[in-house]
């Protein structure tokens, strides 16, 4: 019995993320576009209008000076491919709205090396896209050009806490880029 207790707090402390929807603390972030694990509706795809879905924070810690967010593809082939990455978002913000940038915050570098958000298009089957969210205790000083491992260096040391929401999306035709 000692045994399965010990495992079982080895694996929930060595997650990555934990918790629900994926947070480590109260820090939330979520979708009213589709349900965590659930299908990302295709406007906010290559297959639509390939703008940002409408997102929601709640319970920021007070001690916050800035937020950042990554939306990448858990399935890609080399293990991630960021959509989108900003940081030195208000951490007052309670919502980025469709289509939409926060003001005031950096839009880094994505993996199609542009600075905007590119939507999900997968090849093939189904695939899983993260959006997390991190709310940090400093400003970053880093530019547009900025990558998602120069945020994750930026960020080292300085996450009060975070959060994840999952969305699917498998394309419905042949790849448009």
């Known amino acids: 019995m000692r045994w399965g207790v010990f495992f079982f707090l080895l694996l929930f402390l060595t ?68 959509h989108w990455i900003l940081w030195n978002i208000d951490p007052r913000l309670k919502e980025i709205k469709e289509g939409s940038m926060p003001e005031g915050a950096i ?19 189904a695939h899983r896209y993260a959006i997390d969210l991190y709310a940090l205790d400093r400003l970053l000083p880093l530019g547009p050009e900025a990558t998602k491992s120069d945020l994750e260096r930026a960020m080292k040391g300085h996450i009060l806490d975070q959060a994840r929401w999952v969305g699917t999306y498998k394309r419905q035709g042949p790849s448009k880029r």
């Open 107 to 125: 839009q880094g570098t994505n993996d199609f090396k542009k600075q905007t958000y590119g939507g999900p298009c997968p090849p093939g089957r």
């Open 15 to 82: 997650s990555p993320v934990y918790g629900q929807e994926g947070s480590k603390g109260k820090l939330k972030v979520w979708s009213p576009a589709f349900d965590h694990t659930g299908r990302i509706p295709s406007a906010y795809t290559c297959d639509g209008a390939n703008i940002n879905p409408p997102l929601r924070i709640e319970s920021v810690p007070k001690e916050a000076k800035s937020l950042a967010l990554v939306f990448d593809d858990l399935d890609a082939p080399r293990g991630s491919y960021v």
